[in-house]
């Protein structure tokens, strides 16, 4: 499904008049037919009063359609007009004029009034319909409007917010100034991009999307650049394989990891690799760490390569690596191997001569960051798996910068870098260096443990050794990763979760994506 951004929704508004000719006065009327819709389903209307707050532009007119609509349904209707007639857009002007024709109590906030004055009508209300402000939303609420705002909140009412909560940004899920504490929202055409990032859950409660009539077309169309994963989108890209298939048929990894005291992110990539359908796992290693990673890995092979002085990965293996590499169909290059300078010294001679797909995550992210040049000049496509902390190092900012502008940040990264981006967190963002973006709405907090993203990098290099184009990698990957996280919740509970437990389960995620 295609997720929109606030000028997305200007433009598919735009076309459906102008190509396809809807009026605006239809979609409104179709809007407020799914508003009533949704409200039916809390329960019944019947004895019940609906406050419904408008504001002046075309999602007050949306509200004043729904509060005609609940008056013909003979379910008694309150409109709070936050704004003077003479205020009032051209198409809100138009629904206002309907709902007073057909008797919809009106209560027009004077300029001069405060918001107390309509505090005890509302508090008479059973439910709140908001449909103060909508998607086009640029700028900070203030005044009188923001004094709404906060007010609805503390009504204590339920409140069901049409297309948006009013105040919360359709781009970055942040509220602007101030937002409608939704208990619900219904939202129209398409989810909005902001609903999936990290703050807008606290806003919209269970979000439900509504068809009001857009041509299909229309809400497919190429200008949409960001997308929700689903487990269509996961099986249309997943190989398929016959019974006939050897191991090299299943690609070969090569997974450049560990240092002292971190052999578990090596072990945990590789057998994530070989979890999710490679077929033949390898780990270059400091020699010295061979004997530990041997028996941590059973059904994988280990290669030693040379190591500086207490065991971390030396310059002098970046022939070995090569070697390996050319034998290999994927190359995951990073958890646990550390930040020692030498062995950012290998990185940089390694990666402008690798020519298979490559991963890159953890210490090798730190390591490189800010070598633009460097990834400019790749023979090879790559994956960059940051956290917020190692995003924020890529771009040299703060891990609260990146939180607050999740999809500005993975987009940037992914076109400065060249590369596919994952930015891991609640509702991961794959981006890539065009402006596509894939958002993920698998996984729970149970994934919030250490060694659950080295799992996800060595799933990411067995996806692009069987094959799938990196972009398709990424997201099918995050998608069953989250899944696999889902399942070992429900199988042990999200806390104390181990990344170990993901690894079982991975098989059984594939199976169920592809039989669905």
Known sequence: MKLAASQDMKQIDRLAVEKYGFSIASLMAAAGLAAAEALAEWGPLTGKTIGVVCGKGNNG????AAARILKKKRIKTL???AAGLKDLGPEARNQYRKAKAAKVP???LAEKEGVDQARPALGKCDLI????????LSRPVEGRTRDLIEMLNQLGKPILALDIPSGLSADSGRPLGAAVRAHGTVTFGLPKIGFYMPAASAFTGKVRTAAIGFPEELLKADFLKNELTDSTLVQ???????DNIHKSIRGRVLVVAGSPGFTGAAALSALGAQRIGAGLVTVACAESLNPILAVKLTECMTALVPEEPGGF??????????ELAAKSDAVVIGPGIGRRAETGELLQELLPQLTV???????ALTLLAGQLELFRALRAPVILTPHSGEAARLLHTTAAEVEQNRLEVAKKIAAEYNGILVLKGRHTIIADPRGRARVNPTGNRGLATGGTGDVLSGMLGGL???GLAPFDAAAAGVYLHGLAGEQASQALGPDGLLAGDLLPLLPRCLRQVREK
Request: glycine share 12%.
């Open 357 to 363: 797909p490559l991963v890159l995550d953890a210490d």
């Open 106 to 108: 009106v209560k027009v």
């Open 61 to 64: 007119g949306d509200g004043l």
């Open 129 to 136: 319909l908001d449909a103060l402000l909508g998607t086009g």
């Open 79 to 81: 409109v709070l007009l």
């Open 313 to 322: 990965l030396s310059p002098r293996a970046a022939g070995k690596i090569l």
């Open 464 to 466: 692009l050794a069987q």
């Open 236 to 242: 249309k890209v997943l190989p398929l394989y016959d």
